[in-house]
C-alpha cells in the first residue's frame, strides 16, 4: 500500500466523520471472530471488490475528488484482471500433463 494515501485516507476519513457527524459504530466486546456484522462491515474479500467499494465511497470522492477515485479504482480493476489471467505454477504443474 501506499504510505501517503493511506495516511491521507485515514485522517480524511476521520475530518470528515467530524464534519458531518457521523456515528461510530458500536464497539466490540469480546471476540471479533465470533461475532455476526452487516453485510456493510464487512472489508472486501478481493482488490476488485475495494474498487468498487471505491468507486462508490461519497468520502473518498469527497476528499480526493473523482478523477482520483475513478482512475485509482480503474488502475486496481487492471491489477485484479491482469492476476485473474495469470497461470501459477501450482496450475502448470498439476495441469500441464492433461493438455
Known amino acids: 500500500a501506499n504510505p501517503y494515501l493511506a495516511l491521507a485516507a485515514a485522517i480524511g476519513t476521520g475530518l470528515w466523520g467530524i464534519e458531518n457527524k457521523s456515528e461510530p459504530e458500536q464497539e466490540v466486546i469480546g471476540n471479533a471472530y465470533e461475532?455476526?456484522?452487516?453485510k456493510r462491515m464487512h472489508l472486501p474479500r478481493t482488490l476488485w471488490d475495494a474498487a468498487q467499494d471505491l468507486k462508490a465511497s461519497k468520502p473518498a470522492r469527497a476528499l480526493m475528488g473523482d478523477a482520483f477515485v475513478e482512475h485509482f479504482a480503474a488502475t486496481r480493476?487492471?491489477?485484479e484482471r491482469e492476476f485473474r489471467r495469470a497461470i501459477t505454477d501450482w496450475e502448470m504443474d498439476r495441469y500441464f500433463e492433461i493438455i
Open 35 to 38: 461475532k455476526k456484522f452487516p
Open 77 to 79: 480493476e487492471w491489477e
